[in-house]
């Protein structure tokens, strides 16, 4: 059944943006919560800004289920950090900001929302962006996929102790897209030889509010994602030999 209110936590960023306009379009009430109070946007019905260090995620959603008169169906979460550079070079107060950001900070809003649905008796899906990171190693970007993969291990933990209640966890793998994130990123060491390219945010948001409405969980976003995926099944460590060694400087030799 098509959810009536959806929930997106960080309602400031470009992709929960995105989506909420998507979602909005097909009459559905959404209502955003962020970090840093979001100027007002047509696409949210109720939005609040709350400190993530100290929210009461639980009693946010029943402030919010009560606001909109509508028991929430899904949650979006897209909060994420990431510091750039090689592993060596990243400081250890940079680590732990994007543990505490891409894993701690998600995982204390899915249980808020496990907790709330079982205690409604109530179904829900919850979804999270997070990354192609999540699924594999790449170069410079050492914790960040340490805290991506964490968070899509908990979730899929979650999703089968909850499922049989009808409380489903998901997460979606983009790989780059078009958004500030990228440059709001700290970068640490010589720089990396990044790779150009990547997805629009429409098209990210727009498989991501295709899930959304029809409850069907897509995992890799993008023909590209979904390649490497693939080759790492069946081909392990082809992409690594013959794209990711190539932005790694080869040590000289003294
Ligand atoms: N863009 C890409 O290339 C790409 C690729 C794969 C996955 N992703 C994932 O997509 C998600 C959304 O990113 P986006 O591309 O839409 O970029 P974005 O517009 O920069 O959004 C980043 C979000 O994370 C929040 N955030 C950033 N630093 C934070 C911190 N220290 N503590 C708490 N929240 C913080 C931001 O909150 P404020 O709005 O308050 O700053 C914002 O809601 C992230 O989880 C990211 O990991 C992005």
Redesign the pocket.
């Known amino acids: 059944m098509k959810p009536k209110h959806v929930v997106v936590?960080?309602?400031?960023?470009?992709?929960?943006?995105?989506v909420a306009e998507k979602l909005a379009v097909h009459q559905i009430t959404v209502s955003g919560i962020?970090?840093?109070p979001?100027q007002s946007h047509s696409s949210f019905a109720h939005a609040h800004a709350v400190d993530?260090a100290t929210a009461d995620w639980l009693g946010l959603f029943q402030q919010l289920q009560s606001a909109s008169g509508l028991p929430i169906d899904a949650v979006l979460?897209?909060?994420?950090?990431?510091a750039i550079g090689p592993a060596l070079t990243i400081p250890e107060s940079e680590a732990r900001?994007m543990l505490?950001?891409?894993f701690w900070?998600l995982s204390n809003v899915a249980r808020a929302a496990a907790t709330h649905w079982s205690s409604q008796k109530q179904a829900g899906h919850f979804w999270?962006?997070?990354?192609?990171?999540a699924l594999r190693g790449i170069p410079e970007e050492s914790y960040?996929c340490a805290a991506?993969a964490a968070a899509a291990r908990f979730l899929e933990c979650l999703d089968l102790e909850n499922r049989q209640a009808g409380r489903h966890f998901n997460y979606f793998?983009?790989?780059?897209?078009?958004?500030?994130?990228?440059s709001?990123s700290a970068r640490f060491g010589q720089g990396a030889s990044e790779d150009s390219g990547?997805s629009t945010?429409d098209f990210?948001a727009r498989k991501i509010s295709s899930a959304i409405l029809s409850q069907k969980p897509v995992k890799v976003i993008g023909w590209r994602e979904n390649a490497i995926a693939l080759a790492d099944r069946l081909f392990p460590h082809l992409y690594d030999r013959l794209v990711l060694d190539r932005r790694v400087k080869p040590p000289t030799q003294s």
């Open positions: 936590i960080g309602s400031g960023s470009a992709i929960g943006q995105a962020s970090r840093t979001v993530y979460h897209a909060p994420g950090y990431a900001q505490e950001v891409n900070l999270a962006v997070l990354s192609i990171a960040y991506k793998c983009p790989g780059k897209f078009a958004s500030p994130f990228r709001k990547g945010v990210v």
